[in-house]
């Protein structure tokens, strides 16, 4: 089943503008990773956050977290026309202790940067 | 080596044909999954496996058949499919857990298309 809800479903943005997506989900969580997909082929990360942590940065990626809200935001600056993709959240609450952990995916954003 | 390895990228069945999906990952990572995802949907875990050992069945029909035959190799069997399993199937690694928590983030292939006529 589906955890995270994210919004918008989709974006279209000028390149050099910032995009903005966020993500809710419903229960309590170890972390909360961002993923992005190009047109259909793999998932690649792009930011983990923990539960205890806040915000987080990583190059132009700036990733918040609100865990009494049960919320995230992910925010792209300057975008790239190279930033056109998907972007999902993914939430883990695994209580398994053994390698591997259930990542449940929030429904995505779609994001188009126009040249 | 950082990268994941699928094949075929992509793979038209009959409902009553036999294939295997197969991934490939020499990171040296312990957990292997795979996820089923359709068009503009997110993908859904089917199988966890840690340690070569199924750990995670998300109640997948048994025409799907996961298998790991070693630390470095997924399969997914398929067979008897039907028309609504068409799909992008993902395969993914990730280190494990370490004690302290961390190490959760997973690799993912490229995925197979797959078209069940």
């Known amino acids: 089943s589906q955890q995270g809800e994210e919004d918008p479903q989709a974006l279209s943005i000028q390149e050099g503008e910032n995009a903005t997506m966020n993500c809710s989900y419903k229960t309590s969580i170890n972390n909360l990773q961002w993923y992005r997909q190009n047109s259909g082929r793999g998932l690649v990360h792009l930011i983990l956050i923990r539960s205890n942590e806040r915000e987080k940065h990583s190059g132009r990626l700036r990733v918040t977290l609100d865990t009494s809200k049960k919320s995230s935001s992910l925010l792209i600056t300057a975008s790239r026309a190279a930033d056109t993709a998907s972007y999902f959240c993914?939430?883990?609450?695994?209580?398994?202790?053994?390698?591997?952990?259930?990542?449940?995916f929030g429904g995505g954003t779609r994001v188009l940067v126009k040249p | 080596d950082t990268e994941v390895t699928q094949t075929p990228k992509h793979l038209v069945m009959g409902m009553t044909n036999k294939k295997s999906l197969k991934c490939e990952q020499h990171?040296?990572?312990?957990?292997m999954y795979w996820y089923k995802q359709k068009a503009k949907k997110p993908p859904e875990l089917m199988f966890v496996?840690?340690?070569?050992?199924?750990?995670i069945n998300e109640s997948v029909p048994s025409r799907f058949s996961p298998e790991c035959p070693n630390s470095s190799l997924l399969n997914l069997h398929l067979h008897a499919l039907q028309p609504e399993d068409s799909a992008l199937y993902l395969c993914?690694?990730?280190?494990?857990?370490?004690?302290?928590?961390?190490?959760?983030?997973?690799?993912f292939g490229p995925g197979t298309r797959l078209l069940v006529l």
């Open positions: 990171m040296g990572h312990r957990a």
């Open positions: 993914a939430t883990d609450a695994s209580l398994i202790k053994a390698a591997g952990n259930k990542l449940t």
């Open positions: 496996y840690s340690y070569e050992k199924l750990s």
């Open positions: 993914a690694s990730s280190q494990g857990r370490s004690p302290t928590g961390g190490r959760e983030t997973q690799y």
